[in-house]
């Protein structure tokens, strides 16, 4: 199992369990992720990601994304794609 680096926490919302991503590489929906950091590492599938409270289906390097996290994370998380 691969992992590649696509971006890091700046921000966790935890009464609506939402992070800010930072995204340093390219980002889609349905997409395995691997977070890890100052919280306790997880696996998660990608299902829900927003750029100004509006849905969207991909997210290219260097936009900020709202995603919805199923575990907590804290600011400087690492989040990385996961390559089956």
Do not use: C, N, W
Request: aromatic share 4%; charged share 30%; hydrophobic share 40%.
């Amino acid at each position: 199992m691969e992992k590649k680096p696509v971006g890091k926490i700046t921000h966790y919302f935890p009464k609506i369990g939402v992070a800010v991503l930072v995204l340093s590489g390219d980002l889609k929906k349905g997409d395995k992720i691997a977070v890890e950091g100052k919280s306790e590492p997880f696996e998660q599938i990608v299902s829900s990601m927003q750029i100004d409270r509006k849905e969207i289906p991909s997210a290219k390097a260097g936009q900020a994304v709202g995603m919805k996290t199923e575990k907590p994370v804290k600011e400087g998380d690492v989040v990385y794609v996961v390559i089956a």
